[in-house]
């Protein structure tokens, strides 16, 4: 696995997010929570964007950004033209971020050790590749739901 490889898996699935926020056939519905469903599928894309933004972007990337976690999961009724336009910027983030580092950086310790142990910078992007995924499907599952 490279740079090149992890970027072509985030842009892939980054597009795959379009497509889910896209295919609502009723934008406020991007905003409901219903039963057992805790987060909002744009509150989910917001959390997405933020942590990518940080932990790409910022710490691989040096590309500026103040993470408003809050605000990942609290906003509501941000239009889904909005939230594609900020898609669209973390796709070039992450683009520019794993594609000018140097390949050899993927075997360093990340400076995060989020589970109790050291990493490589390598193992934490595939981490949050995995958490990207899981989100996904989340987003994907609530569409379908109040289909």
């Known amino acids: 696995m490279n740079q ?26 991007l ?5 057992e469903i805790a987060n909002s599928a744009g509150n989910l894309a917001l ?31 941000i ?13 070039k ?3 520019t971020s794993l594609l000018e580092m140097n390949p050899s950086s993927l075997g360093d310790l990340s400076k995060h050790a989020f589970f109790g142990y050291q990493m490589t910078i390598g193992y934490f992007l595939i981490h949050l590749y995995g958490h990207f995924s899981y989100h996904l499907g989340q987003v994907n599952y609530h569409r379908r739901l109040l289909g």
């Open 79 to 91: 239009s889904r033209d909005d939230l594609l336009a900020e898609l669209a910027e973390v796709k």
């Open 93 to 95: 983030v992450i683009a």
């Open 31 to 35: 905003w409901v929570v219903d039963r």
């Open 47 to 77: 959390h997405l964007f933020g942590n990518l933004r940080t932990f790409i972007g910022l710490d691989l990337g040096k590309i500026p950004y103040a993470r408003d976690r809050e605000r990942e999961f609290a906003a509501k009724d």
């Open 4 to 29: 090149k490889e992890l970027n072509q898996l985030f842009q892939r699935d980054l597009d795959k997010l379009g497509t889910e926020l896209a295919a609502y056939s009723d934008e406020s519905k």
